[in-house]
């Protein structure tokens, strides 16, 4: 079990490209979930997959924002036409939910985003 | 609304104790509590289910309260790995298991 892994780890984009960031979960994992952090702050939720289907999909998040699980293992994140506001470090977590107990959620590494 | 955590920053010496408390508006089912050091991810410490358990991991325990809606970590004998960002998580319901982080308690140790 090597825990969850991003990639990339850094990306450095200009204002108006599209970029694209890839989830590998933990192997048995049912759950993965995306959230978005900027300095200073907690993760903020955006979205999250049980097995291939995307449960939920935050408010907050742009129709530039899009999120896909193809047969419930690696998960991408494409932002379409990025804004300076969109930098932030994007972080992908997974979970085995099994039964009526709590969701344990393992975050990996991060990919951060740093529009210029 | 985000969970509210008190202190914002504490510095300790080493071997001293700490109490990190999260309290939320809303009616709570689990919280979670992270550590995460500078530009690292946030590491899973435990989670506490409604019921008002308190949980235990060497040196680092927590409680929940469900009647108050707050939940408190309580660091003993800090050791300067305990250096870090410490972030409460909530949910609201079993089943829907989206995180609301809280607004974070930044813990320094010095030797």
């Known amino acids: 079990d090597t825990g969850v892994s991003q990639n990339p780890r850094h990306k450095i984009t200009k204002r108006g490209q599209n970029v694209t960031f890839r989830c590998d979960p933990i192997?048995?994992?049912?759950?993965l979930y995306w959230y978005r952090q900027t300095l200073g702050q907690g993760p903020e939720f955006l979205t999250y997959?049980?097995?291939?289907?995307?449960?939920?999909k935050s408010r907050l998040l742009s129709d530039r924002f899009s999120a896909e699980r193809p047969k419930g293992s690696f998960s991408t994140l494409e932002i379409q036409r990025t804004e300076q506001g969109d930098s932030a470090m994007y972080l992908c977590?997974?979970?085995?939910?099994?039964?009526?107990?709590?969701?344990?959620?393992?975050f990996g590494p991060g990919t951060r985003l740093t529009v210029l | 609304q985000q969970p509210v955590q008190s202190p914002q920053a504490v510095i300790l010496r080493e071997g001293e104790d700490a109490v990190i408390n999260c309290s939320s508006s809303?009616?709570?089912?689990?919280v979670h509590w992270y550590r995460q050091k500078h530009g690292e991810a946030p590491v899973f410490l435990m989670i506490?289910?409604?019921?008002?358990e308190q949980k235990g991991h060497e040196k680092i325990s927590a409680s929940f309260n469900e009647k108050k809606q707050q939940s408190s970590l309580y660091l003993t004998a800090s050791q300067l790995s305990y250096s870090g960002t410490y972030f409460c998580?909530?949910?609201?319901?079993?089943?829907?298991?989206?995180?609301?982080f809280g607004t974070g308690t930044r813990l320094t140790i010095i030797p």
């Open positions: 977590a997974s979970s085995l939910i099994a039964g009526g107990f709590g969701d344990e959620q393992f």
């Open positions: 192997s048995e994992h049912n759950r």
């Open positions: 997959f049980q097995n291939e289907a995307q449960l939920e």
């Open positions: 809303k009616a709570l089912y689990s």
């Open positions: 506490l289910l409604k019921g008002g």
């Open positions: 998580g909530t949910t609201v319901h079993f089943g829907n298991e989206k995180l609301t």
